[in-house]
């Protein structure tokens, strides 16, 4: 059963705070890692028959397999993704920068030139659940960018195939090349490349512990959006909140992982003592109830706050990947929030609105890291680089400064490649 503390009894650092399993994943990974670089494909298929039960005789999956998956998906189905895709691209697509050049001083010509990011890798979730959202939300933003190269990897099934939607949705964002392998073998060949897949320069994607610690470590190989840790939600709720619905949305993202965290705070006890009976009515009719029972148990927090503003610093200190804001006039509150991968305002907003359907995307940071990162957006696939041009007589205007400059940092060929130009 979910606890119910005052505010206070527990540390703000420790409300997302959870059980992790005393597993030293940064060796393993470092040892997949090193596997895949030095056996290539060969691993790849050596880890796929150990961790997903199946030994493929090849890796990438055929234009066949889309479009037997594609058509074998009900068609409601895949116009409830055309819309979701829909949706997605217009978001981001006011997301696009441009170039700029600048012409205020005679002579000068100073510019940034914005440039997609070749080649990228897009992580898509298997084991105990298949996100084709993920395909969707990461894959738009990279095809907007103009990003060349697009490779999907994820696990497959022990049939040795992918899951269909993931295919359909990979289909509808216009991504073919999708190779089965999971876990941090897939980081790992994305990141140093193997006979069948491509290296890449960027992999972004949500995964487990594996997933994120291979990404952690490849970093600096390749760039990567974020080290993204279990799945959280924070709820801000008042009174009028209706319990069963705060109930819900805190099961939205605890049925995701045993080790997500989902969190309410509230300035109400009735509320509180109501939400904490309505889960016990909703777990058992989950689907994924073992999943959501252990990460409430374990991780789930309801806690009383005096009010409402303490409540928003609560959600200030602690970042939160997805903050619900279960309040009238949500509007009035949103400039006090300084640090949420997400908002979901108002009584009329769950948090799957943006999981699936709203455009905005889901692919957010957590663990705190909402303090200094953002959603994946477009801008996470798209490189600056910028450009000076001088003539003689700008240059001489500017020479003896930074002549002068250098010699005060002590680098006097700085100094000198200034100004020589001026003696000749």
């Known amino acids: 059963m979910i606890r119910i503390m005052k505010y206070g009894e527990v540390a703000n650092e420790d409300i997302f705070a959870r059980v992790v399993p005393e597993v030293d994943v940064a060796a393993i990974v470092k ?11 060969e691993a790849l298929f050596d880890y796929c028959e150990k961790f997903d039960k199946v030994r493929l005789t090849s890796l990438e999956v055929t234009e066949k397999e ?4 594609f058509a074998s998906v009900e068609p409601e189905f895949i116009n409830v993704l055309k819309l979701a895709a829909s949706n997605i691209r ?8 441009q170039s700029f050049v600048m012409l205020e001083h005679e002579g000068v010509v100073m510019g940034q030139k914005i440039m997609p990011i070749e080649k ?11 996100y084709p959202s993920t395909v969707l939300m990461d894959a738009i933003p990279a095809k907007i960018a103009g990003c060349s190269e697009i490779a999907i990897v994820t696990p497959p099934g022990k049939d040795g195939k992918v899951n269909h939607a993931i295919l359909a ?15 941090a073998q897939a980081v790992a060949a994305l990141a140093y490349g193997t006979n069948t897949i491509p290296q890449v320069d960027k992999i972004v994607g949500p995964g487990n512990a594996f997933v994120a610690e291979a990404k952690r470590q490849v970093f600096g190989v390749v760039s990567i959006d974020m080290i993204a840790g279990p799945s959280e939600i924070l709820i801000v709720a008042d009174e009028k909140t209706v319990p069963r619905h705060a109930a819900a949305d805190l099961l939205s993202q605890a049925e995701h992982d045993k080790l997500a965290s989902a969190v309410l705070v509230t300035n109400s006890d009735d509320l509180a003592v109501a939400v904490q009976a309505e889960l016990e009515i909703q777990i058992p009719q989950l689907l994924r109830a073992e999943i959501a029972r252990a990460s409430i148990d374990a991780n789930g927090k309801i806690i009383v706050a005096k009010d409402l503003k303490t409540a928003i610093d609560i959600a200030n200190e602690i970042a939160p990947e997805h903050l619900e804001l279960c309040v009238d006039n949500p509007f009035d509150y949103l400039d006090s929030i300084r640090h949420a991968g997400s908002i979901f305002m108002g009584r009329n907003c769950p948090e799957a609105l943006g999981d699936y359907m ?3 995307n889901h692919t957010l940071p957590t663990s705190g890291t909402a303090r200094f990162s953002s959603p994946l957006s477009v801008d996470d696939f798209v490189k600056k680089t910028q ?3 001088y003539t003689r007589e700008a240059l001489s205007d500017v020479a003896r400064d930074v002549e002068y400059f250098a010699r005060k940092e002590g680098l006097t060929a700085h100094a000198k490649s200034a100004i020589i130009r001026l003696e000749d």
Do not use: L, M, W
Not at 90 to 97: C, G, L, Y
Not at 120 to 130: C, D, E, L, Q
Not at 169 to 181: E, H, L, Q, S
């Open 31 to 41: 040892d997949i890692i090193n596997d895949v670089r030095t056996r290539g494909d």
């Open 66 to 69: 889309i479009e037997e998956a």
């Open 90 to 97: 217009a978001f981001h697509e006011k997301q696009v920068r």
């Open 120 to 130: 990228v890798g897009i992580y898509v979730p298997g084991g105990t659940a298949a």
């Open 169 to 183: 949705a990979a289909r509808i964002a216009g991504v073919t090349r999708i190779f089965k392998v999971g876990g």
């Open 358 to 360: 709203s455009g905005a």
């Open 387 to 389: 450009y000076t041009y």
